[in-house]
């Protein structure tokens, strides 16, 4: 028998696009600029953030675009990310609980605030 090599759920991901975070690991660290993520990508764990893990590009030139070298952002693990506190402004770890609508709402597990 063949194994399939699909996923038996998606993980819930604790970053979301728009949200505020600091580098805790690699190259870039530096736990007191706060940075926002572009894109997540939950299917390798990942997610672009910027001004983090720029790479060059050489690119040919089209009708759009001159061609050169071009600055991407490139996927950053989100291991490597932490959450800022929107209360104190800290990097912070989430938990997850139910509003009075029973929706699932994400909190920092430091201050208690909602984060949305």
Sequence with gaps: MKKSTQKRFAPKM????GDKVVVIAGAYRDRSKVVEVLEVLPDTNRA??????IRKKHQKPT???PG??????APIHLSNLMLVDPKTGEPTRIGRMKDGDNKLKRFSKKSGEIID
Excluded: L
């Design 48 to 53: 672009i953030v910027e001004e983090v893990n």
């Design 68 to 73: 050169g070298i071009v600055e991407i952002a």
């Design 14 to 17: 604790k970053i979301k696009k």
């Design 63 to 65: 009708q759009d675009s």
